[in-house]
């Protein structure tokens, strides 16, 4: 029998393209969203949104395409609506992480998340080479993690999200407490925050009187090869003696002698929450 799938959210940011990935998947989906902005932008896709408390008591996986802020109150507002035996799939690892999904042990919840297509890429086609977010053209990886439910529920889910991401390249099978490690904790405090100062600093050139073309040329040029180098895409090649000294005075003068501490279980747990409760 046809799985049924309903998306939560199905007209939101996330949700329009879980939705239209999922257009041809072989399941039985429907769609709910509740701004009619999100409503338009389903039947763009020949989508109709449809009422919650119509479609969920039958949905054999309910996709949570909402604000992790919103997962919480959503979920529990709707917990007697999920028929036993059903799979929650969480977009991202932070609710079910903190807590915030129902504590039904009848229900398999399961986390898929982007890992977005890779800087190192073979793309030769153009649009593809410009979808950065993925979902699109461009190949990507996925991270996938089975929090609570029967093993041989994984395998749905696991498909699901390839579906859902597609065209993927790799699924890495983590745990949830591994997702969090990877999301906020490497992707966001460490990789978002090195990256935002990368561009606050090239700002600061410019306003130093470089010309701002030349000064995007050269960093992005920069970061091109440089990440090369350091992730082992050019064997044999390494950084100038120059270059690591400058690395190894400069990281004293930026960073925190004990910024690894970042990713410890309770500074992981504290940006989570953070990001759940909406600060």
Not at 133 to 158: D, H, N, T, W
Not at 204 to 221: K, N
Not at 240 to 264: H, L, Q, Y
Request: charge should be negative; charged fraction near 25%.
């Amino acid at each position: 029998m046809m799985k049924k799938i309903v998306i939560l959210g199905a007209g939101g940011k996330m949700g329009l393209r879980v939705s239209t990935n999922l257009r041809h998947a072989p399941y039985e989906v429907a769609h709910v969203e509740v701004s009619e902005v999100g409503r338009q932008r389903l039947a763009g896709i020949g989508c109709t949104a449809r009422a919650a408390d119509e479609v969920l008591p039958q949905a054999d996986v309910v996709i949570l395409a909402i604000p992790d802020s919103a997962i919480g109150r959503v979920t529990h507002d709707l917990v007697a609506q999920f028929k036993t035996g059903a799979m929650l799939v969480a977009l991202d690892a932070a609710a079910p992480f903190a807590g915030e999904l129902p504590a039904r042990e009848d229900l398999t919840v399961f986390v898929a998340h982007p890992c977005h297509p890779s800087v190192f890429n073979d793309e030769s086609d153009p649009e593809a080479r410009r979808d950065y977010f993925g979902g699109l053209k461009a190949g990507q990886a996925i991270v996938c993690a089975l929090m609570r439910g029967p093993e041989s529920q994984y395998a749905l889910g696991a498909d699901i999200a390839t579906r859902m991401y597609a065209p993927v390249l790799r699924t890495h099978r983590v745990t949830v407490e591994q997702m969090a490690i990877l999301e906020p904790a490497l992707s966001e405090t460490v990789t978002a925050t090195c990256l935002t100062v990368i561009r606050e600093a090239t700002d600061e050139a410019v306003r130093r009187g470089v010309p701002e073309q030349a000064a995007r040329d050269f960093v992005l040029g920069h970061i091109n090869v440089e990440l090369a180098i350091i992730f082992d895409q050019l064997p044999g090649v390494r950084m100038s003696d120059a270059a690591n000294r400058a690395v190894e005075r400069a990281k004293t003068e930026i960073f925190a002698p004990d910024w690894k501490k970042v990713f410890e279980p309770a500074a992981i747990a504290e940006s989570i929450h953070a990001i759940t409760r909406g600060h």
